[in-house]
Each structure stands twice: as C-alpha cells, then as structure tokens.
C-alpha cells in the first residue's frame, strides 16, 4: 500500500494550487480518499476527502475554495483556489473511513505529505 502527495510547492496569495495523490497497491474504487494538513506549530486539521462514488464533504471553513476529484484510476486531486498564507502546510492524504459526513484516516494508509508554502 502506498500514497504519494505532489504538486506542492511556493505559490502567491490569491494563487491556485492542485496537489495530486497517487495511489497503489489498493483500488479507488473500494478506498475513500481525504486529505489533511499541518501547519507549522499546529496539529494536523482535516481538509476533505471523497469517497468511493464521488461524493465530497469539507470541514468546515474549507468547502468555499477547496475541491477533490479523482482524476484517475489511481488519483486524487486536490485543488486550492485563491491561496491564503494560513494555507501553508504540509498537506497529506490518506485513506479513510467515512461516517455522518466526517472522515478518519486508516492507520497504515498514509502518504509522504507535500509542501504548500503561501507567500509573496
């Protein structure tokens, strides 16, 4: 099992931004995908996820200009719009378990993060 985020790197304030999450060893079709978070010096927040049909929930303060779709058959895309400098993280993805529109990353279904850094 493995889950690779990229895409990440230095973008302006008010830019946009799409991190990829490319999976193997198990199928999108059966696994939930979310994405999370860490800024510097804080915990690790939930972003999104979409699960197995395509369906997509937000936490709360990110559905405004944050989207996830599968572009593949092995990839997530996450897409960022209108870049904040609070964006700045190390953003991750995981596969999940989802219930009652709320997500919870599977212990051994993590992902190498990617860095985001918000900045002019």
């Known amino acids: 099992v493995q889950l690779q985020a990229s895409g990440g790197g230095l973008v302006q304030p008010g830019g946009s931004l799409e991190l990829s999450c490319t999976v193997s060893?198990?199928?999108?079709?059966?696994?939930?995908i979310g994405w999370i978070r860490q800024a510097p010096g804080k915990q690790r927040e939930g972003v999104g996820c979409?699960?197995?049909?395509?369906?997509t929930y937000f936490e709360d303060g990110m559905k405004d200009r944050f989207t996830i779709t599968r572009a593949n058959a092995n990839t997530i895309s996450l897409h960022i719009n209108g870049v904040k400098s609070e964006d700045t993280a190390v953003y991750y993805c995981?596969?999940?378990?989802?219930?009652?529109?709320?997500?919870?990353?599977?212990?051994?279904?993590w992902g190498q993060g990617t860095q985001v850094t918000v900045s002019s």
């Open positions: 979409i699960t197995t049909d395509g369906t």
């Open positions: 060893g198990f199928s999108l079709d059966y696994y939930s």
């Open positions: 995981a596969a999940v378990d989802v219930a009652g529109g709320r997500f919870y990353p599977k212990a051994g279904y």
